[in-house]
């Protein structure tokens, strides 16, 4: 039972390691993929003085802007102006749409007075930067916490052995989706969010066994 | 009698189901309203003030004469007057070419965000654009988004100069910090609440501070000097300092009295004087603030400045706060080194459609619907008892949500999720050991299930719950949101299951 366990562990680290390695290579050779809204992109807005529905326009930029990943957003409280965002948008493309739009619609929108702005990327660092403090401190707390309460596993042993389940869950995670080429956009925090508290729910339960294994062992 | 007890607590919760997960109408001017409160969405939900700085090409023409001086002139001079005179007109760019580069592209970029964290915006996306310096800023849409945006591409250059030769004699340089404070005013029944914006120097600042206020002190003029009135610079936003003013809360109020104001225009009121005092300008981005002199050196390397006038109507007293807040914002946290202009402000509504909520909700449903299968089909009747009880509980936790205010972001949605998946967790593990003690379980015997099952589940959650703690108190709200989300499933999962869930186990193993 025993040797089972250990095989198991081994294998454990054996598939957690070649992921590091693998999503550490992917870092370094093609970086993160980041999703639209954080990348350096090109953005057209149209005033279409009525509602509109996404999926209306979803349907021409699918035409325009074929095989491009593309944004759809309702601009201002009214929602009657739209703002087309996308890797790249040429000045026959924004012509297109416009034509294609006052077709729609029926305006009459002149592709020359619509500019294409240029949005600048945001740095992977920034998107991260908020979450650092909180996260450091969250834990820092819980490491005290599992200090005192694990004191009889050995205090410095399970402070250690938390923080670095905790760090090498988030590097998993940040691998995988270097390795799945998963977008990093609005979902990438709150799934590190739920990794980082599933990890310690993981922690807390091996822990809460040992303790009471070692009671057990006492107790005999 | 139990039957009726069952049904009266599933009514119950299908009563309050209805209300959480479809609401009240009311029918209001022909149209149904839903009476129950609205969640309160965050802007990565809802949608942002998007907006576009742009740095400002403007050129400003200047006239110089022959030495290289420049000119000032009221009247517009032509090309036949200037060459009469021997001026020339030169064009100057607002922003020079030098300052033009990437490492002040991204000092702006700190200064905002420091603005930002100071005005007291939880929430933002700033970027920056390195070839041309175009900076997008992306805020949430509330009353203040204006005031702050007005705020945040304001120069800031603070200067203190020499009223005649207009030398500057203390600059942004010279500031360590900026702080707001109020305290009550006047000695007699007409009381009131003046602001002071607090500008602390540096150890630099600090000694020319001294250096200034020794050298254009009213004092060390002219012994016959004998009044000085303290005047108000109505003209600006900053008014002068009382004469008579004590401060409250503050420790700095040493230096209050040392800042004598006088108008523009009116000068001092000498009874005996033989010459003027040498008087300092304060300027924030070239707009004069007010023109003073000192009473006495200062050496605290402080000095306040009341903001607006002493007031006892709460309504002008936070107008004068916000002002100094903005003004501390502003000159607090450095100067920007590129002039900005603003070139596109507008709201941009999230990217995630009704559909993409409508499919996440889907999801959900059949989710636990397929949970709440498999409870029946393990623990028949106590496991469909627990299947109300769990949708119960989901029905009170929106209702929570959007009665205590939590204001919701991407994370907080992703809490609620997480909440559901532990109060499904936390009712598996009670059905399991209630199963466990025996196949018809009796009263004490759920009762035995329920403290093992609660013991067992929170000891396991305590760091999640530390975590949780940790993030309600954090100042940025889409980490907060989450935190106060999970904070008030957590209560609940421990509240509701024990009154609801299983005072429905214990009624249906009592029978």
Wanted: charged share 25%; glycine share 4%.
């Amino acid at each position: 039972m025993e040797q089972l366990r250990k095989n198991k562990n081994k294998i454990l680290i054996i598939l957690i390691a070649i992921i590091l390695i693998a999503g550490i290579a992917m870092i370094v050779i093609r970086g993160f993929n980041f999703e639209l809204k954080y990348q350096n992109t090109q953005r057209v807005e149209m005033y279409l003085k009525q509602e509109f529905n996404v999926s209306d326009i979803k349907n021409i930029t699918n035409e325009v802007l074929a095989g491009q990943t593309v944004m759809i957003q309702k601009v201002e409280v009214y929602e009657d102006m739209v703002a087309i965002t996308s890797n790249q948008i040429t000045d026959e493309q924004k012509t297109n749409l416009v034509q294609k739009i006052n077709e729609k619609y029926g305006t009459e929108l002149n592709a020359d007075e619509i500019q294409i702005e240029n949005i600048p990327h945001t740095r992977g660092r920034d998107i991260i930067k908020p979450y650092l403090i909180p996260f450091a401190l969250a834990t820092g707390i819980i490491l005290v916490y599992v200090a005192i309460r694990y004191r009889k596993l050995g205090a410095v042993k399970v402070i250690l052995k938390t923080a670095i389940i905790l760090v090498v869950a988030e590097a998993v995670l940040a691998s995988v989706i270097a390795i799945t080429r998963l977008p990093i956009g609005k979902t990438t925090i709150p799934l590190a969010i739920a990794v980082y508290l599933l990890t310690l729910v993981c922690i807390t339960s091996s822990l809460e066994n040992k303790l009471k294994i070692n009671a057990k062992k006492e107790e005999k | 009698m139990k039957k009726i007890k069952i049904l009266t607590i599933i009514l119950a919760i299908i009563l309050i189901s209805m209300v959480g997960f479809v609401g009240v109408y009311v029918k209001e001017q022909n149209r149904m309203e839903n009476q129950v409160k609205d969640y309160s969405l965050l802007s990565n939900l809802s949608g942002e003030r998007t907006v576009r700085l742009t740095v400002n090409k403007d050129s400003e023409e200047i006239i110089k004469d022959a030495e290289g001086n420049v000119v000032e002139t009221e009247e517009e001079l032509t090309d036949e007057q200037l060459a009469e005179k021997g001026y020339t007109k030169e064009s100057v760019p607002n922003n020079s070419q030098e300052v033009l580069n990437v490492d002040n592209y991204n000092k702006t970029k700190e200064v905002i965000e420091k603005r930002l964290k100071r005005l007291g915006v939880q929430e933002y996306e700033i970027t920056v654009d390195e070839n041309t310096g175009d900076i997008i800023l992306r805020l949430p849409e509330n009353s203040n988004t204006d005031t702050i945006i007005s705020n945040i591409y304001t120069v800031g250059k603070f200067e203190i100069v020499d009223s005649e030769t207009e030398e500057v004699l203390i600059n942004n340089d010279d500031i360590k910090d900026v702080s707001v404070m109020y305290g009550s005013t006047g000695t007699t029944a007409s009381t009131g609440t003046s602001v002071y914006l607090q500008i602390e120097f540096n150890k630099e600042g600090t000694k020319k501070l001294e250096t200034v206020s020794t050298t254009y002190s009213s004092n060390s003029v002219d012994s016959n000097t004998t009044e000085t009135n303290t005047a108000e610079t109505n003209s600006t936003n900053t008014n002068s300092t009382d004469a008579n003013t004590t401060t409250e809360n503050t420790t700095a109020n040493e230096s209050t009295d040392n800042t004598t104001n006088t108008e523009n225009t009116a000068g001092t009121d000498d009874s005996s004087t033989t010459s003027e005092p040498k008087e300092v300008t304060l300027r924030i981005d070239d707009t004069e603030m007010m023109t003073t002199s000192f009473d006495e050196p200062m050496r605290t390397g402080k000095m306040q400045l009341t903001v607006g006038t002493s007031t006892t109507d709460t309504s002008t007293l936070n107008d004068n706060l916000n002002r100094a807040s903005n003004i501390a914002a502003i000159i607090g946290e450095g100067n920007l080194p590129i002039e900005y202009d603003v070139t596109s402000n507008e709201y941009i509504l999230t990217d995630i459609t009704e559909q993409q909520v409508l499919y996440v909700l889907i999801a959900i449903l059949i989710i636990a619907s397929l949970g709440i299968l498999v409870w029946i089909f393990r623990f028949k009747l106590m496991g469909l008892l627990s299947g109300f009880a769990y949708i119960g509980l989901a029905a009170i936790y929106l209702l929570i949500i959007r009665y205590t205010n939590v204001a919701i972001s991407l994370e907080g949605a992703y809490g609620i999720l997480v909440i559901l998946i532990l109060n499904y967790i936390f009712i598996n593990m009670l059905l399991k050991k209630i199963k466990n003690q025996s196949k018809k379980p009796t009263k004490e015997e759920v009762n035995i299930a329920e403290k093992e099952t609660f013991k067992e589940f929170f000891i396991k959650i305590v760091p999640i719950c530390i975590a949780i703690v940790v993030f309600c108190f954090i100042q940025w709200t889409p980490i907060s949101s989450f935190g106060m989300v999970m904070f008030w499933g957590i209560a609940l999962i421990a509240i509701y299951n024990y009154i609801v869930t299983d005072s429905l186990l214990k009624i249906k193993a009592d029978k």
